[in-house]
């Protein structure tokens, strides 16, 4: 009999991925296609009403794709470093009011751009978007509350896992190292390198922020139009690179996305799948005592 896979045994921290998948999304429904009509006219045509709703849209993007990578991490650093009281932590109410406060925050933290007047065109990326020289000190408060800190957070979340996976593979009976399942593994590494990414991708925009903040009127013009390109377009792409990484690491997206695939080559496809996976679901569901049992392997 085969073991249940565990991917499926924690969906409420699923809940965090899908919202994350929606900040990376967001931005193509309307700041992109706006940024597309700059480029073609090489200036901004549509006006200051669409300039300050496409920074507002684009900065709750990137924020709250921030902001459900740190949840995400808190979420996995609980699930197997507090197994034992991860249900009670993460219970299905307990974690929508988490993914409620995580947006919350995320319009908190948006809305100041348009009480400092930050939200400008900039031609050199054809985007409304943040202007770093308007506030020195907003400029730095951005820093560090949309980066430094939720770095700081995740790498110590991470940090920890590492710690314990590295406990429990180098257990004196070999009996008890495969207590932590391979998809536990798995999971915890393809959320590692969405973070990694994200701090790599991240990392140089928010370094010339910072430095642009110190000393605006030094720093700022002397500061090579391509490297400000390159770090800005770096930036947004991380929210491509998630979705690789899903595929790359991640067997259940793998398979759903050759199903997407498939449905869109051939559509009578979508139909039969959908029906065989629901038959599936029904029969391999686990039990709850087989959950409990498994979340509490982790923890011996």
């Not at 808190?74 to 974690?95: E, M, V």
């Not at 408060?141 to 790498?155: C, D, E, M, N, Y």
């Not at 701090?199 to 605006?216: R, T």
Request: charged share 10%; with cysteine.
């Amino acid at each position: 009999m085969q073991s249940p896979n565990t991917d499926q045994l924690v969906p409420e921290g699923n809940i965090f991925v899908v919202s994350l998948s929606v900040a990376d999304l967001v931005v193509a429904l309307y700041p992109y296609p706006l940024v597309l009509t700059a480029i073609v006219h090489d200036d901004w045509t549509m006006g200051d009403t669409h300039c300050q709703a496409s920074g507002f849209i684009m900065g709750i993007s990137v924020i709250g794709s921030i902001f459900n990578i740190m949840a995400i991490a808190i979420n996995r650093y609980c699930y197997i470093c507090h197994s034992l009281n991860y249900d009670r932590l993460f219970s299905l109410r307990n974690t929508c009011c988490y993914l409620g406060l995580t947006w919350i925050f995320t319009a908190i933290a948006t809305v100041p751009n348009f009480f400092v007047g930050s939200l400008q065109y900039d031609p050199r990326i054809y985007s409304c978007t943040f202007a770093q020289t308007v506030s020195s000190y907003y400029t730095i408060s951005v820093v560090i509350i949309h980066f430094l800190i939720p770095l700081l957070v995740v790498s110590y979340c991470y940090l920890r896992i590492w710690v314990r996976v590295i406990q429990v593979k180098h257990r004196a009976k070999p009996e008890q190292r495969a207590k932590l399942k391979p998809s536990d593994v798995r999971n915890f590494l393809t959320m590692f390198m969405v973070f990694v990414l994200f701090a790599v991708c991240w990392a140089p925009l928010n370094l010339i922020g910072l430095a642009v903040a110190i000393n605006p009127a030094r720093v700022a013009p002397n500061i090579p139009q391509w490297l400000f390109v390159t770090s800005y377009f770096m930036a947004y792409f991380n929210s491509c690179l998630n979705a690789i990484i899903y595929g790359l690491l991640n067997q259940n997206f793998r398979k759903e996305y050759k199903t997407i695939v498939l449905a869109l080559c051939i559509p009578r496809l979508l139909l039969v799948e959908t029906s065989r996976c629901a038959t599936e679901g029904l029969k391999s569901k686990p039990s709850a005592a087989v959950t409990n049992n498994i979340i509490a392997e982790i923890n011996v």
